[in-house]
């Protein structure tokens, strides 16, 4: 699985900061590992400058061999946190997806007889 971490140019630390993000979406989806090939991470704080509630914004994209991708955005305080929330929110949609592909395959749709 490829982790990409995308920053605008408000944030300080890159580094640092592609390092945790990895971390993070790799614990997070570590059980559905082998159904996820990439994960594209973007952080930005909207307000640049100006502080205010709830500026800080992840939205990650999720790509699953063979499914359309999956998208989820949070919104926080703080980076650590907008990342957080993402992170369980893309746990939640890979599992809802891989649930009904599991789902799909132990009851195949009746055949109509002949």
Same mark, same amino acid.
């Given at each position: ?8 140019? *408000? ?30 991470? *973007? ?30 955005? *949070?919104?926080?305080?703080?980076? *650590? ?34």
């Amino acid at each position: 699985m490829q982790v990409h971490t995308n920053t605008d140019n *408000h944030l300080e630390g890159r580094e640092a900061l592609a390092l945790h993000v990895e971390q993070v979406v790799r614990a997070t989806l570590r059980h559905a590992q082998e159904h996820v090939t990439r994960v594209e991470v *973007h952080l930005a704080d909207e307000n640049g400058a100006r502080s205010s509630d709830d500026d800080k914004r992840c939205m990650m994209e999720a790509r699953l061999k063979g499914r359309p991708p999956l998208v989820v955005t *949070h919104h926080a305080g703080s980076v *650590h946190q907008a990342l957080d929330g993402a992170a369980r929110k893309l746990r939640a949609a890979v599992d809802s997806t891989l649930g009904r592909l599991s789902e799909h395959h132990r009851h195949p749709a009746p055949q109509s007889p002949e």
